[in-house]
């Protein structure tokens, strides 16, 4: 074997290397967003989920404000 074909090799073996960890950067970046999207996603629920709390609460608050109205007419 000839010094050029094991520095052509090394320099095929280094490449590859890089491709694999550019690879698996951005599968791990695709990975983050993937997360980022599901947290959001999670927050927005989160969020519709307390205002609709919210809503009944207060629906239940006027409900109970006719009822002392009435118990007050009577």
Not at 26 to 54: A, Y
């Amino acid at each position: 074997m000839s010094y050029e074909g094991e520095g052509e090799r090394e320099e095929k073996r280094r490449e590859r290397g890089e491709e694999e960890r550019r690879e698996r950067r951005r599968g791990e970046r695709e990975e983050g967003e993937k997360e980022r999207e599901e947290k959001k996603r999670e927050k927005k629920k989160r969020e519709k989920e307390r205002e609709e709390k919210e809503r009944e609460k207060k629906e239940r608050e006027k409900e109970r404000e006719k009822e002392r109205e009435k118990e007050r007419e009577n």
